[in-house]
């Protein structure tokens, strides 16, 4: 039976007094992937950045509802153990250029101030690598800088690094809009292999992308979410005129 990893009920955000993110409810199933679109400026990336409470970290940004993970209030855990459990990646691969593949991959411990046996953090660099398809093409220049990578390969890496963690859940903010479309299409790839063991939030500007990797949808719309249910459904009958507009592209 599928069963919810995160909920959020009437979940606002704010930076001063704007109003960004407006009584959000949402149920996301565990090992799905669902796809987060709208205009720009429509509150999707202040909205994942609340999930793992990365929108605390701006100054005078405020947020409040309830956001649980597995039924536990993300806002009560410890900051850095919500991420921990909700990873992130980025729009534009940010590899940390002075440090090899190889401790790239484990940054999130050595951050952390988690110290691992060597024999395990090979174990956790092989690991991470293949689940990302990227240990065939470096595991002979693991000492090499991660910024020596192409720009898919550096986003592999940047995913890799967040597996390492082994999260539940791991939101992308437009995390292939800075690629080519081949290495879009690997990282797409990615994205239904990673499904066995995470659940993804990915937000997209790029409605085929939504289309062709999401289980749900969500569409947001001035800071609302105006509708959320199965993508198919979402494509092709959506409820709501404000839905209906903006997949046929009357606004963008
Ligand atoms: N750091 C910030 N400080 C103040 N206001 C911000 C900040 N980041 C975003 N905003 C404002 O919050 C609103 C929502 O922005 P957000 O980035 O969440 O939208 P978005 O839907 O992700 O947009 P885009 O698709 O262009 O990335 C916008 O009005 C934006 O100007």
Not at 158 to 165: E, F, K, N, Q
Request: contains cysteine; aromatic residues 8%; charged residues 25%.
């Amino acid at each position: 039976m599928e069963s919810t990893i995160l909920k959020s009920r009437n979940f606002n955000a704010s930076f001063g007094t704007n109003h960004v993110v407006k009584n959000v409810n949402i149920d996301i199933p565990r090992n799905h992937i669902i796809a987060v679109m709208g205009p720009s400026g429509c509150g999707k990336t202040t909205y994942l950045r609340c999930i793992n409470r990365m929108h605390e970290l701006i100054p005078g940004a405020t947020s409040n509802g309830e956001m649980k993970l597995n039924d536990e209030d993300v806002y009560q855990m410890h900051p850095i153990f919500v991420r921990l459990k909700i990873g992130m990646v980025f729009q534009r691969p940010n590899p940390f250029p002075n440090l090899s593949i190889y401790d790239n991959v484990i940054a999130g411990y050595k951050l952390n101030g988690i110290k691992l046996p060597k024999g395990e953090r090979d174990g956790i660099v092989e690991r991470s690598l293949t689940k990302v398809a990227l240990w065939k093409e470096v595991k002979d220049s693991l000492n090499k800088k991660g910024s020596f990578l192409s720009g898919g390969q550096q986003q592999r890496l940047c995913i890799a690094r967040t597996v390492a963690m082994e999260p539940e859940m791991i939101l992308f903010d437009e995390p292939t809009s800075a690629l080519d479309p081949i290495s879009t299409s690997t990282v797409e790839e990615l994205f239904h292999e990673l499904k066995a063991n995470y659940t993804l939030v990915i937000v997209t500007h790029n409605m085929q992308q939504a289309a062709r990797v999401s289980d749900k949808t969500a569409f947001f719309y001035m800071g609302e979410l105006v509708e959320y249910d199965e993508t198919k459904i979402m494509f092709t009958n959506p409820k709501d005129n404000r839905t209906q507009n903006y997949i046929t592209g009357r606004f963008s």
